[in-house]
């Protein structure tokens, strides 16, 4: 009855050895990559920013011209190509930031413009991989919708038959 009352053993803590710094190194050859990639997706998010503004320009144009004219369906129109101008300048906004801080991070070797740099290109995966993400649900729905429509109307024929 003695093992009862005896104290209990407390359990054995293995110290963990030191922790060891990690440090990750950027080499010459790393920084001459990411000023290539900083050119290259400079040149694409200037040309995708210029096309997003021209496409806001053809969205008022259309808006403009639904409200003037009868023509059908150019106002909705116009609000789906001034929803894809905002959907594209987004992430290249961010590939813009990208690029300016990655610039910053070569010339000067500095480590928080290179962290600056890799959040904005974080950011840029992140936007482009939820509107991916939203494309996807809208194709299966168009689909899934075009599919049933197809099957209704065949339906409908066949009874009118």
Known sequence: MDYYFEKQ????VTPKPA????????????LLHLDETRKWSKFIAVFC??????MA?????LLLAGTKTELPGAGILGIAYLIFAVLTFVPMLFLVKFSNYAK?????????DLEEALKYQKFYY????????????????????GFTMGFVSGIMQSQNV
């Open 9 to 12: 053993k407390e359990p054995v």
């Open 19 to 30: 922790e060891v710094e990690q440090k990750v190194e950027v080499t010459d050859a790393a």
């Open 49 to 54: 920013i210029v096309m997003a503004g021209l």
């Open 57 to 61: 320009f053809s969205a008022i144009v």
């Open 104 to 112: 910053k991070a070569v010339a000067d070797k500095n480590n928080s």
């Open 126 to 145: 992140v936007a482009t991989g939820i509107m991916v993400i939203i494309s996807i649900i809208f194709v299966v729905a168009f689909a899934i919708a």
